[in-house]
Structures are given as structure tokens and as C-alpha cells.
């Protein structure tokens, strides 16, 4: 019982981004995250992509998404730090990035005009623009509800060991589907447009 009561006190100071007071509350220690160049990242482009003024506009301008869902799903993607719990402790930073988050991201801003393509471990991938587009609605969807379900004081994974789902867990999929089944029939899935995400969350 203890630990969910340690969860209702810890909304407030998420709501805040009060990280260093949560950590506290959970009798944690805070560790470095990766840094790289004075930012906590593992790749240049991701830093030059949070640097950009004109991705925002593009992008919505060529998929017809919001605005809005873009630049929010910018900043919390690409720019806010975030606190996770790792076997070595707690930690704040920015997400680290793929060589697919940046390839993706970059493509958008061209409408998916070729397919995407980039490596991973050292091996080519490629998929085709239909695929592209789709998968890319499903990150923007899933990092949207994601980031508005933490907006209201929730964690973006468990802190303790708990089989509890979190924002993580509980935004559609990078597969355009819900991780429990049981939310297929009760909440609506993202339209093509994106246009109903607020209906989501």
C-alpha cells in the first residue's frame, strides 16, 4: 500500500517536474545519463532536429497533422528531460535516439515523398513510403497520448517493480494497436489524420 500512496504524492511533483523531489520521495539516488557535446543525447542529428524552427510547420503542412500534436510531440521527443529508473539508479535526460527516430522525422518534413531507410547495428533497413507514413502516425500518436497522460502527474514507467501500466504502456503502439486488448473495444484508435487523440486521452 505504501507504494501507491508514494504514487498519489509523486503526481504533483510530476506535474512540476520537481525530479530531484521524487527521487527523494523514493529514497533513490540520481545518476548521469549520457551526454554528449553538453546535451543528453547519443546522436548530432537528434540535437540539430531540436534546434530546427521550420520542422514544426513542414511537417504538419505535408501530412496535415495539428500543429499543435507536432510541436508538443517535438518537445517531448526531442527536447524535454524526462525521469526513468534504471538498474543503476534514477535518471534525468532527454530520450535517447535511433537512427530510424531521425531518419523518420526527416522524411516527414519532405511529406514521405521516397521510402525511408537507415542502419541499425550496421544493417541497412528500409521501408517502402505508405509504411513510412503509417509507422510515423503511429510514433506521433503514440508519443502524444504518451506525453498527455504524463501531463497529469503520471510516470512515464514504473519506478518500483510493479506490474503497473504507465504512459509507456498504455499509448497506442508503434504497431497502430493497444498493448491490452481489452482497450481495442473501449477506446477509439488514431484516425489517419490524428484528429481524434484528444478523444483518447
Known amino acids: 500500500?505504501?507504494?501507491?500512496?508514494?504514487?498519489?504524492?509523486?503526481?504533483?511533483?510530476?506535474?512540476?517536474?520537481d525530479y530531484?523531489?521524487?527521487?527523494?520521495?523514493?529514497?533513490?539516488?540520481?545518476t548521469e545519463s549520457f551526454s554528449y557535446g553538453g546535451y543528453k543525447y547519443v546522436i548530432d542529428d537528434a540535437i540539430n532536429i531540436a534546434k530546427?524552427?521550420?520542422?514544426?510547420?513542414k511537417i504538419s503542412s505535408?501530412?496535415?497533422?495539428?500543429?499543435?500534436v507536432i510541436a508538443k510531440v517535438k518537445k517531448h521527443f526531442f527536447i524535454d528531460e524526462h525521469l526513468i529508473k534504471t538498474e543503476n539508479g534514477f535518471q534525468v535526460g532527454r530520450f535517447e535516439k535511433n537512427?530510424?527516430?531521425?531518419?523518420?522525422?526527416?522524411?516527414?518534413?519532405?511529406?514521405?515523398?521516397?521510402?525511408v531507410s537507415w542502419k541499425e547495428e550496421g544493417i541497412a533497413m528500409n521501408l517502402s513510403k505508405a509504411e513510412s507514413k503509417e509507422y510515423f502516425n503511429n510514433l506521433i500518436s503514440h508519443e502524444y497520448v504518451e506525453l498527455r497522460l504524463m501531463e497529469e502527474g503520471f510516470s512515464f514507467r514504473s519506478l518500483k517493480e510493479l506490474n503497473v501500466r504507465k504512459p509507456h504502456d498504455l499509448a497506442p503502439t508503434l504497431n497502430?494497436?493497444?498493448?491490452?486488448?481489452?482497450?481495442?473495444?473501449t477506446i477509439p484508435s488514431p484516425n489517419s489524420?490524428?484528429?481524434n487523440l484528444e478523444e483518447i486521452v
Open 193 to 195: 489524420s490524428l484528429s
Open 52 to 57: 530546427s524552427v521550420t520542422d514544426v510547420n
Open 176 to 185: 497502430g494497436r493497444y498493448a491490452e486488448s481489452f482497450f481495442e473495444s
Open 99 to 115: 537512427a530510424d527516430d531521425i531518419a523518420f522525422w526527416k522524411e516527414a518534413e519532405n511529406g514521405f515523398i521516397k521510402d
Open 1 to 17: 500500500m505504501g507504494i501507491w500512496l508514494k504514487y498519489i504524492e509523486a503526481r504533483p511533483l510530476f506535474k512540476t517536474k
Open 62 to 68: 505535408k501530412l496535415g497533422i495539428s500543429k499543435n
Open 20 to 30: 530531484d523531489g521524487i527521487i527523494k520521495l523514493f529514497k533513490g539516488t540520481k
